[in-house]
């Protein structure tokens, strides 16, 4: 990617909210010394292999776009010890709630990034990244929005370089309209394979599934869930 697309492609993604009500003084003081010591520092050159980011042996990395409130990143970090996991979120107030709750479970496989999930996508190496969950991602319900979704031919793009080969992509969401959309963005792309063969498998909940946050809204307010999967190709 040359200079020019890496800073126009940089910039398209993010239109949310970075900031919300003042942090609690334990979130502000956690925010302060853990994000220094957890966040990437795309400065620097990135390791070859990301499990280099760990202070300990990690056999996998997965990365998890727009982590909200932090609920199923958490969940997942416990369950899954020796899987390193890299978490993207702008908005300042469910960092700081992720990292006080790193701080208290004593989480060692956990690193945080607070801006942009693209930025972290172009510096990551070629076939460095077992996993990507994008759960949830903004809907953008209205048509003439639908271009600010994160799912899109250059992210597409994007996923498809740093999954290492029988990499995977989880994407859940209650929306109709970006259900069908990514779907058609996977076929058109050509480097996913949708891995559904019946209907139970996009209505089924991933393994082990803790649900999220915004997820709870959806189903406070009618709204069912489809979960895609699909392998690199
Ligand atoms: C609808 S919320 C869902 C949060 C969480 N995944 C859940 O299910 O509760 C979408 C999240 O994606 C984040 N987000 C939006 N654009 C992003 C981007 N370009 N990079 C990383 N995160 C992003 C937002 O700040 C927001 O927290």
């Known amino acids: 990617m040359t200079d020019q697309q890496h800073k126009s492609r940089s910039t398209e993604a993010?239109?949310?909210?970075?900031?919300?009500k003042p942090l609690r003084e334990r979130q502000a003081e956690g925010l302060a010394?853990?994000?220094?010591?957890?966040?990437?520092?795309?400065?620097?050159?990135?390791?070859?292999?990301?499990?280099?980011?760990?202070?300990l042996p990690v056999e996998?990395?997965?990365?998890?776009?727009?982590?909200?409130?932090?609920?199923?990143?958490?969940?997942?970090?416990?369950?899954s010890p020796s899987v390193g996991f890299i978490g993207?979120?702008?908005?300042?107030?469910?960092?700081?709630?992720?990292?006080?709750?790193?701080?208290?479970?004593?989480?060692?496989?956990?690193?945080?990034?607070?801006?942009?999930?693209?930025?972290?996508?172009?510096?990551m190496p070629e076939?460095?990244?077992?996993?990507?969950?994008?759960?949830?991602p903004d809907p953008w319900p209205k048509r003439k929005h639908w271009k600010r979704r994160f799912v899109s031919a250059v992210n597409l793009d994007r996923f498809h370089r740093v999954l290492k080969p029988g990499g995977q992509f989880l994407f859940a969401s209650d929306i109709d309209t970006y259900v069908?959309?990514?779907?058609?963005?996977?076929?058109?792309?050509?480097?996913?394979?949708w891995t559904a063969e019946q209907s139970s498998d996009w209505l089924t909940p991933f393994a082990g599934w803790p649900g999220t946050r915004y997820e709870n809204k959806a189903r406070r307010e009618g709204r069912s869930s489809a979960y895609l999967t699909f392998d690199k190709i």
């Open 60 to 79: 996998s990395i997965r990365l998890e776009i727009g982590f909200g409130g932090g609920e199923h990143l958490i969940h997942r970090a416990v369950e």
């Open 33 to 55: 010394s853990l994000l220094p010591e957890l966040t990437l520092d795309l400065e620097s050159e990135p390791p070859r292999d990301l499990a280099d980011l760990f202070p």
């Open 127 to 136: 076939a460095s990244v077992d996993r990507i969950d994008l759960l949830y």
């Open 180 to 193: 069908n959309w990514t779907l058609a963005h996977c076929r058109d792309h050509h480097g996913f394979e």
């Open 88 to 123: 993207i979120e702008p908005f300042v107030n469910s960092m700081a709630k992720l990292l006080s709750r790193v701080d208290d479970l004593g989480l060692k496989n956990v690193r945080v990034y607070d801006d942009d999930a693209t930025q972290v996508l172009d510096w």
């Open 14 to 20: 993010f239109f949310g909210r970075r900031k919300g």
